[in-house]
Structures are given as C-alpha cells and as structure tokens.
C-alpha cells in the first residue's frame, strides 16, 4: 500500500513570491491534515480536511491556505512569503477521520525562503 | 507557552542504558500518541494511549499514560544505535478531531 506522497520534497523561494505544495494520502484514508515543523517551534498544526470540507485550523495568518480534492488529495498554499516560512511542512492523512491521533505522514516538503 | 511539556529535549547515552522521556500537560487528552522521526522523514507512529492509566509495551519500549489522561511517559530499556532518531508525543483534545498537539521532541542519541 503506498504511503502519503508529498510533492515537491525540497523548493527554494523568495520573499514575497508564493508557493502550493501537494499531498497525496492513503488509499482510502479520507482525512489529510497539514502540520509546520521549525527547530524553534516544533510541529503545529495548520489545518485539517475531511471529504473536501476543512474542519479544523491552527493559528496562522490567513496567507496560509488549503484545499481538498473529490479524490482527498490536498494542496495547501503559501502566498506572499516571509523568512520565517521556511520551514519543513508535513502532510498526513488518517484513516479514522482524525478522530484517535493516529497519523500517517509524508516525507515532507521542505521550503526555505530566501 | 508549549501545551505539551516534553522532557529532556537532548538526550545523549551510550548502548545498553536505559532512559525515560516524559511528556507533561495540564490539559487532558482523549489520546495521546507517541511518534518517532529519523532525519529527512517524517514522523513515524509508535503507539497510540487512550485510557487513563495504561500502560503499552512495544519491544524494549514501554508506555505510560497518566491516570488523569495529562502526561505520559515513554521507556525504553537498554537502548541501542537504532534507538537514535527524535521522539515526539502528541496529545489530541476532546473535540478536536484531526487536530495534535506536539511537544517539542525529544532528540536522542545512542552511542556504540
């Protein structure tokens, strides 16, 4: 079974430019969420979609956004960016909705802003 | 503030010892996982704690979870090499479906 694919894994930006990652979960797993990980910061939540539908959102600025697909792939997109964006950002999708914790993540796709 | 306490955030040891990783909160949780990530991967689930009070043992690996559902704990008995990657817990609230909370991550290395 293949796990949760995230495209692209490394991508270099500027200040001011945007950016749109992928995520492709589980077979069958209808719920994908989306975390930033930061040596300072750890891994925070940025939001949570189940059948197209985004039921729950972290405390970030509204540049930060996402969408699901009829087919529960994900996006999540990025505009105007800062420095501080630069970050490893996680997608992982869960076969129970979410509902126990239980996530299966990507590999990750790795942002630095320059 | 960190709602997720985890402690030590560095842990360095030699093979055969053994070590604790707690993980603190004054928040309760319906859930709380415990992952661990090797670098350039993403986290990869242990285990998953549910009832106040259990305890899970995977391997050289036990779990604890709090009577009060607020902290846990994770153990792991005579460590070696392969132990070496970064621990992390995660705590799901009541009614917060899909949403975790992280502790910081516990980084831990052990030497031959």
């Known amino acids: 079974k293949a796990g949760v694919t995230q495209t692209p894994r490394y991508l270099i930006k500027t200040r001011g430019q945007q950016v749109t990652l992928s995520c492709s979960p589980i077979?069958?797993?209808?719920?994908v969420s989306w975390y930033q990980q930061t040596p300072g910061q750890g891994l925070q939540f940025l939001f949570e979609?189940?059948?197209?539908?985004?039921?729950n959102k972290g405390n970030f600025p509204g540049r930060f956004s996402g969408r699901q697909f009829s087919n529960s792939r994900s996006e999540m997109n990025v505009s105007t960016l800062e420095l501080g964006d630069s970050a490893l950002y996680l997608c992982?999708?869960?076969?129970?909705?979410?509902?126990?914790?239980?996530?299966?993540f990507g590999e990750g796709s790795r942002l630095t802003v320059l | 503030t960190q709602l997720l306490e985890q402690s030590p955030q560095f842990l360095s040891i030699q093979e055969g010892e053994n070590l604790t990783v707690y993980c603190n909160s004054s928040?309760?949780?319906?859930?709380l996982q415990w992952y661990r990530q090797e670098p350039g991967e993403g986290p990869v689930l242990l285990v998953t704690?549910?009832?106040?009070?259990e305890v899970k043992k995977l391997k050289r690996l036990t779990f604890q979870f709090g009577d009060a559902r607020k902290d846990s704990s994770l153990h792991i008995t005579a460590a070696q090499p392969g132990d070496t990657g970064l621990y992390l817990c995660?705590?799901?609230?009541?009614?917060?479906?899909?949403?975790?909370?992280f502790g910081q991550g516990t980084e831990l290395s052990v030497k031959p």
């Open positions: 077979s069958g797993h209808r719920s």
């Open positions: 979609y189940f059948s197209e539908t985004q039921r």
């Open positions: 992982a999708s869960s076969p129970t909705g979410g509902s126990t914790g239980e996530l299966f």
């Open positions: 704690v549910v009832t106040g009070g």
């Open positions: 995660a705590g799901l609230l009541y009614n917060q479906g899909g949403k975790l909370i």
């Open positions: 928040s309760v949780f319906s859930s």
